[in-house]
């Protein structure tokens, strides 16, 4: 599923007006239809008793002008009630014919000065038809007094056109002020904004309308931006062949832990083998690797010499390791979990990453920090890795700040993948993933609940176990994701609190709640 930015979706409706010779009074009149037959849903299921639509200037305020007339044509069971906050006769031209229209209906229409003018009475739907896509500043004056009357009416089901009014349709920001609604129509293309946080707390259910853009057209513009959806991840799931064994079921090498962080490696582990990995190497020192084989007897351990008391590896060790990874067969590491951060620590992640680039991986945490510590030696240096920071690890990546990364999250991410040339996967809620090329794709699963320690451990073995089984980084890195996300929401449908060895253990489960076609995105209407 593509998802548009606002100017992209701009640029769809000028070409297929230029190119078809559409009028865009056709394109407002499909919109407001499909809003109108949503409505009708919506009085039906709910039992309502009347429609109020609250109108802008612009586009936004022409489709709900449309979704008046087309439920007053289809129904005379609900009055409808339009209030408009601009002046009729400074409409844009499509709005001012649908007002003009309107006008010669049974619709009372009413033009508002103050927001006292607006009156929401229970059991009423509420139409949010006040701001479209085009939004760029904040919310102000009678615009954001009447979302906040919309917000805090009571007994009401709110129905927003295209975008809740306030949201911002690109990045998913709130400007200001926006309509918290029970449910959004979005026209014609899903707006990206839409599928990320905050905004995905305003929306409600999402259903897409067709407006009547043509798939080929679609198809002709180049949008790099996609919600994961079930039917891309069970395109992207390996699957076991009958004769396989341990090694071909893909080996996944592990650096990860410290005397004090030993338990992030252990996780990575588990992470890896639940993904379907048959075999975790972790080289290790003695005293750790007893340690390990008590939580993990799964987990293969060479043994490596240590003498600090402070860290499992040093630079010394670097090639030992690649070349121990390379004997046994390994087809993804993961490097980072639980590592420390110290200039020798920093030396033995180049080292490492240099032994190991022909097989690849993931990086994770501690070394993510190493690597920031250096960011300049490591531009375009990590082809062939899939990275894992959650924004405070991206703001060091990119020389920023978290504030900044969370603020422009399509943005930032986008900046990693170009800058270092790698997948780069930015945690945190609606996680992105995207590739040196620019394309950037939306988890919709996950929530809350993956707020806990180790869970980020689990994700760097989920998808390293996974890209151990298809050698393929981008598909690994969304399937991993999409994977973890869902097996904490179908833990928090039992508990609020969960683990990240539950989260872990989930991940089976998960697999085969994809694969029997069982899995809907819940915040979206529709296929």
């Known amino acids: 599923m593509h998802l548009v930015t606002s100017d992209a979706m701009q640029k769809i409706e000028q070409h297929l007006c230029q190119q078809y010779g559409i009028d865009t009074l056709l394109l407002m009149e499909n919109a407001g239809k499909n809003v109108a037959n949503e409505a009708l849903s919506i009085l039906k299921e709910k039992n309502l008793k009347q429609v109020i639509i609250l109108c802008g200037g612009g586009n936004n305020g022409g489709d709900g002008l449309v979704a008046a007339r087309q439920l007053l044509s ?13 002046n009729p006769e400074k409409l844009k031209k499509d709005p001012l014919y649908n007002y003009r229209v309107l006008k010669n209906t049974s619709a009372r229409i009413i033009e508002v000065a103050s927001v006292k003018d607006i009156e929401i009475y229970p059991q009423s739907l509420v139409i949010d038809a006040l701001l479209g896509t085009g939004l760029s500043k904040p919310v102000t004056g009678l615009y954001r007094e009447t979302v906040e009357k919309i917000n805090s009416a009571r007994d009401v089901f709110v129905l927003s056109v295209d975008v809740p009014s306030g949201i911002n349709a690109t990045s998913g920001a709130v400007m200001g002020s926006s309509v918290k609604a029970d449910y959004t129509v979005t026209l014609g293309l899903p707006k990206r904004g839409l599928f990320v946080f905050p905004a995905r707390e305003y929306t409600g259910k999402i259903k897409v309308a067709d407006i009547g853009i043509p798939i080929i057209l679609q198809e002709a513009f180049p949008i790099k931006d996609i919600l994961i959806t079930p039917h891309l991840i069970i395109e992207y799931l390996p699957e076991r062949n009958p004769d396989v064994h341990k090694i071909s079921a893909g080996v996944v090498g592990v650096i990860a832990g410290s005397p004090s962080m030993l338990g992030a490696g252990i996780l990575a582990s588990l992470g890896a083998y639940c993904a379907g990995a048959g075999m975790v190497v972790w080289p290790l020192p003695f005293s750790a690797a007893s340690l390990v084989k008590i939580h993990l007897p799964e987990v293969v351990t060479p043994l490596v010499e240590s003498t600090q008391a402070q860290r499992y590896y040093m630079p010394s060790v670097a090639e030992f390791l690649g070349k121990n990874f390379a004997e046994r067969k390994c087809r993804s590491l993961i490097i980072g979990p639980g590592l420390g951060v110290s200039p020798a620590t920093s030396f033995f992640v180049e080292k490492i990453v240099q032994a190991s680039s022909h097989i690849g991986g993931v990086i994770d945490a501690d070394a993510l920090n190493c690597i920031a510590g250096e960011r300049q030696l490591w531009k375009g240096r990590l082809s062939g890795w899939i990275i894992t920071p959650h924004h405070g690890e991206a703001a060091r990546l990119l020389g920023s700040s978290p504030k900044e990364v ?22 945190g809620p609606a996680t992105l993933i995207a590739d040196p090329s620019g394309n950037i794709f939306v988890n919709p699963t996950g929530g809350p609940e993956l707020a806990t320690a180790g869970s980020g451990d689990v994700l760097s073995g989920v998808i390293a176990g996974i890209l151990a089984q298809t050698g393929k980084h981008l598909e690994s890195a969304i399937c991993g994701v999409f994977l973890h996300g869902l097996a904490g929401d179908m833990l928090a449908r039992n508990k609020k609190e969960i683990t990240a060895k539950e989260i872990a253990y989930q991940i089976p489960a998960a697999k ?3 694969r029997d076609g069982q899995y809907r995105i819940p915040f979206m209407d529709g296929d």
């Open 406 to 427: 969370a603020e422009n999250r399509f943005e930032a991410v986008k900046q990693l993948a170009d800058y270092f040339q790698c997948i780069a996967v930015l945690k």
């Open 512 to 514: 085969k709640v994809v």
């Open 74 to 86: 289809v129904s005379s069971a609900y009055p409808v009630t339009v209030y408009l906050l601009a």
